[in-house]
T-cell receptor, first 117, second 109 residues
Framework: EPEVTQTPSHQVTQMGQEVILRCVPISNHLYFYWYRQILGQKVEFLVSFYNNEISEKSEIFDDQFSVERPDGSNFTLKIRSTKLEDSAMYFC???????????????FGQGTRLTVV | ELKVEQNPLFLSMQEGKNYTIYCNYSTTSDRLYWYRQDPGKSLESLFVLLSNGAVKQEGRLMASLDTKARLSTLHITAAVHDLSATYFCAVEMGNQFYFGTGTSLTVIP
């Protein structure tokens, strides 16, 4: 069964360092997302990406964050200068859209646990 | 901003009992999803509810959607230990999923 894969599963980084979280969405999916979940809290939307550009982003997704799809298969989230409060589980998700209709569940990767020390 | 609230936040129930988790949301939407999350794991899709009155069942779980009341329920029938997990509802609006606070379910033998 197709699945969204994320690497690494756990990343520890020092405050101020740059990190890149990687995701391989399901191959025929068109919309891609990053969400994060601070330990014990709810899942929060960061950004959605379609047709090689950001379609929506939350207020969490400030200038420290960027996303790209460099090669048609990977989808990356970069945090330029990590802060302690960036420590969270980051989930990548993708889903397939048909025509102009919206719908269908998003499939989530297993997550990358980011720990900023 | 769309607000999604679940209750209860924590639920401890005995095996064999029935219970319902509620998901209320603040703005009209006719697309709602239920996910399950085991500790330290990803989000597993359980149900996709795409219209008012939608009802879906899988095993001991049944989900329904009332878009007029802005309410979805996840009903657990004859709970078993394997159902212990955190359950999230998520409402779609625009191209975002707005997640509820989650309900941590513990089924006690």
């Amino acid at each position: 069964e197709p699945e969204v894969t994320q690497t690494p599963s756990h990343q520890v980084t020092q405050m101020g360092q740059e990190v890149i979280l990687r995701c391989v969405p399901i191959s025929n999916h068109l919309y891609f997302y990053w969400y994060r979940q601070i330990l014990g809290q709810k899942v929060e939307f960061l950004v959605s990406f379609y047709n090689n550009e950001i379609s929506e982003k939350s207020e969490i997704f400030d200038d420290q964050f960027s996303v790209e799809r460099p090669d048609g298969s990977n989808f990356t989230l970069k945090i330029r200068s990590t802060k302690l409060e960036d420590s969270a589980m980051y989930f990548c998700a993708s889903r397939y859209l048909t025509g102009t209709s919206r719908g269908g569940e998003a499939f989530f990767g297993q997550g990358t646990r980011l720990t900023v020390v | 901003e769309l607000k999604v609230e679940q209750n209860p936040l924590f639920l401890s129930m005995q095996e064999g009992k029935n219970y319902t988790i509620y998901c209320n949301y603040s703005t009209t939407s006719d697309r709602l999803y239920w996910y399950r999350q085991d500790p330290g794991k990803s989000l597993e899709s359980l149900f996709v509810l795409l219209s008012n009155g939608a009802v879906k069942q899988e095993g001991r779980l049944m989900a329904s959607l009332d878009t007029k009341a802005r309410l979805s329920t996840l009903h657990i029938t004859a709970a078993v230990h394997d159902l212990s997990a955190t359950y999230f509802c998520a409402v779609e609006m625009g191209n975002q999923f707005y997640f509820g606070t989650g309900t941590s379910l513990t089924v006690i033998p």
